[in-house]
């Protein structure tokens, strides 16, 4: 049987976020969500949740930008002289021992607290910019779901080139001629082996889109491609919906994308393509 997980990232991270991601939800198109909770606009979360109990929640875990939800004094390593997160220096401070994985633990339990105390079940975790694939970071990461008693998480087994009508042969070319890419996707995949092991469940796969032709979760026709093309068993898929505002503008690189994104997940074309796909929608607290 094929079913797919539908992840709409970024709740919380601004209202604009969150609107569209109302508005998915209402329409069916999304069956999961994960939540940026060092935002205000995290305080929408427990109506969406009252709303839509069916949908899965998780926490994007995210040291990378905007504020922490812990004061400043605890976790200085983690911040910037304005008392922020390091943004795009992250990675850096990271490899350099400069973070204190101490104090990235604290901060990112306290994240998760904070979805967990307004008395909701968080379902899995994953994080801003997929930064927990980090060496330094992962462990703590794994440490995280443990002893919050998270059992699942975000597959970074890529099925790249999801879209394409040859998916075998142009996933095969497209590694041959990206070495990089094809060692950072074995690195992952033993990341997953080794979650594994301790006891996190995840999705067999996720649907990536765009290694080889370009194309995007913007069109409805990749997105038709793609569910043409998903295996059985257990596949996952993020999308990034959105109305953009200045605070998405201020702390993301995809913006305008998000735009189209949401307006292909309120079309009548998705409707139709879940009705007809033969695909199984769940969420991550049906693994």
Not at 51 to 70: A, E, Q, T
Not at 259 to 265: G, I, P, Q, S
Request: proline residues 4%; aromatic residues 10%.
């Amino acid at each position: 049987m094929k079913k797919l997980i539908i992840n709409a990232d970024g709740f919380g991270f601004t209202f604009g976020n969150n609107r569209a991601i109302f508005e998915v939800a209402k329409a069916g198109s999304i069956t999961s969500i994960s939540v940026n909770t060092n935002f205000p606009a995290v305080n929408d979360l427990k109506t969406f949740s009252d709303l839509f109990p069916n949908i899965s929640i998780g926490v994007h875990l995210n040291p990378v930008v905007g504020k922490p939800v812990l004061d400043t004094k605890k976790i200085p390593s983690l911040l910037d002289t304005k008392s922020e997160f390091w943004g795009d220096l992250f990675p850096e401070k990271l490899r350099n021992g400069h973070i204190k994985l101490n104090e990235l633990y604290d901060e990112l339990t306290a994240q998760v607290e904070i979805v967990l105390n307004m008395g909701i079940n968080v379902t899995h975790l994953d994080s801003h910019q997929n930064q927990h694939l980090r060496p330094g970071f992962f462990p703590t990461f794994l440490r995280i779901a443990k002893e919050t008693g998270i059992r699942c998480m975000r597959t970074h087994r890529h099925y790249i080139c999801a879209e394409c009508e040859n998916r075998r042969l142009e996933a095969a070319k497209y590694y041959i001629s990206h070495v990089k890419t094809a060692a950072l996707h074995i690195y992952t995949r033993s990341l997953m082996q080794k979650a594994k092991r301790r006891g996190m469940r995840m999705a067999d796969r996720l649907l990536s889109v765009g290694h080889a032709t370009g194309a995007k979760k913007t069109s409805i026709n990749v997105w038709m491609r793609m569910f043409k093309n998903i295996p059985s068993g257990i596949s996952e898929v993020y999308c990034h919906p959105a109305y953009p505002d200045n605070t998405l503008r201020m702390y993301a690189d995809y913006v305008d994308e998000r735009t189209k994104e949401r307006e292909v997940l309120l079309s009548p074309q998705f409707k139709t393509l879940i009705v007809h796909s033969g695909v199984n929608l769940i969420g991550f607290n049906d693994i």
